[in-house]
């Protein structure tokens, strides 16, 4: 067999025979995921293929999970009835169901271990494609394609093409993965990879935790990626000599402190450039930027201090999982106590949909994905993205700061 990228190899196992970039597939999908802003349309689809909700069947239940957290506990009437109708279809079909304050769909489907290395999921939200983190083939898709895997647990696609980011050097005190993705949109913009398995290898890649390769996965989805997958040695790895439609390669070591400015995820640029921007309110949460590791990060920052007056810092934890251990080792605690807010784990103020909206003429700095205008909620808001070191001294201070030289003085 001719040498292959990750995805070629992933959708060859599951298709059952060798495929190439550009080939199209008809594969059995192991998980299908959805959440309260996709799961309701995906179940009346579903009934409408099947001719009516007393008709409805799903192929198999076991592989359908959805998850309340987007607009999670419910703000109003109307999404509280969402809510029900996800809860009954569960109940109906034997499918599994994670209520409100279980966590963020992407990260609860990770400590599960619903997502290995080598499955193929697909899920009706773009940032599906965290569990590539792991190794999967993990794509977002719409609803009424979410609504037919239900129905017969298979999908169809054509085999994206792979870019190849090569990661070398060591990264600097004060730089994390967040840095890179957003140094990345930055040179390669939010078109350039569309329809790509974006597939990430190199020697920084074997000294990264979970944690960092959740957030590369996480943010192809900002790329136009189809898939987002990070190569490890033990489980899974391209071949030698697989073709690519490019190979970019990015010395970490060179990398300061990235942030993006107001607008999109590829106004990225060195930190260095807004320093000393005043800032009303710091948010630490999402599916990029929630998990143990990262609230960490942000108490070790903080901890016997006080946030500056007049910013409010927001900290809504990957899931139910992240805040048990954040209050067990003392991280929630020293957060709290430097001032912080405790928000329900979800979604919420990322998407704009309550819990933290910000007043107009209001200055964010957020640990997530996404700041096209109107994306938390109010578009006279201005919205930065950081990573979460770079969140939690832009709280300290009132003003965006750079975390490498926090970590430098305070020895971190």
Not at 28 to 42: E, H, N
Not at 133 to 160: H, Y
Not at 194 to 202: D, Q, R, V
Request: proline share 4%; net charge neutral.
């Amino acid at each position: 067999m001719a040498s292959q990228t990750l995805a070629e190899k992933i959708l060859s196992a599951k298709s059952g025979r060798p495929v190439r970039a550009g080939d199209l597939i008809t594969c059995g999908v192991d998980l299908c995921t959805a959440s309260d802003t996709t799961a309701p349309l995906a179940i009346r689809a579903l009934e409408d293929m099947c001719g009516g909700s007393a008709h409805t069947r799903v192929a198999d239940p076991e592989k359908i999970v959805l998850v309340i957290d987007h607009a999670s506990p419910a703000p109003n009437e109307r999404i509280a009835n969402l809510h029900a109708l996800m809860r009954d279809f569960a109940r109906t079909h034997g499918c599994r169901l994670f209520e409100s304050g279980e966590g963020i769909i992407h990260h609860v489907v990770l400590e599960k271990n619903l997502a290995p290395a080598g499955s193929v999921v697909m899920g009706a939200d773009s940032h599906t494609t965290t569990y590539g983190a792991w190794g999967s083939f993990a794509a977002g898709i719409g609803s009424t394609d979410a609504a037919a895997i239900w129905k017969t647990g298979r999908t169809w696609l054509k085999v994206p093409p792979s870019v190849r980011i090569e990661l070398q050097g060591t990264l600097r005190k004060g730089v994390f993965a967040k840095d890179i993705m957003l140094h990345l949109l930055a040179r390669m913009g939010m078109q350039k990879a569309n329809y790509l398995s974006i597939e990430f290898a190199g020697e920084t890649i074997e000294t990264l935790p979970l944690a960092e390769r959740i957030t590369l996965a996480n943010m192809t989805a900002e790329l136009g990626g189809k898939v987002g997958i990070v190569e490890s040695r033990a489980t899974l790895r391209a071949d030698n000599n697989a073709a690519y439609s490019d190979v970019i390669r990015v010395d970490v070591e060179a990398l300061d402190p990235q942030i993006a400015l107001p607008g999109s995820p590829s106004n990225g640029r060195s930190l260095k450039t807004v320093e000393g921007k005043p800032v009303s309110l710091a948010f630490l949460g999402t599916c990029t930027n929630s998990r143990i590791e990262d609230l960490r990060i942000a108490a070790a920052i903080l901890k016997g201090k006080t946030i500056a007056r007049g910013v409010r810092l927001y900290v809504s934890p990957a899931s139910r999982q992240t805040l048990l251990q954040a209050m067990s080792d003392g991280t929630m605690s020293t957060l709290i106590e430097s001032g912080a807010t405790l928000l329900a784990t979800g979604c919420g103020p990322c998407v704009g949909t309550h819990m933290g909206v910000p007043a107009d003429g209001e200055v964010v700095i957020s640990s997530g994905n996404r700041n096209f205008a109107g994306r938390m909620g109010n578009r006279n808001a201005d919205v930065y993205l950081a990573s979460p070191a770079a969140v939690a001294c832009a709280a300290l201070n009132g003003c965006i700061t750079d975390p490498a030289t926090h970590f430098t003085e305070a020895g971190l």
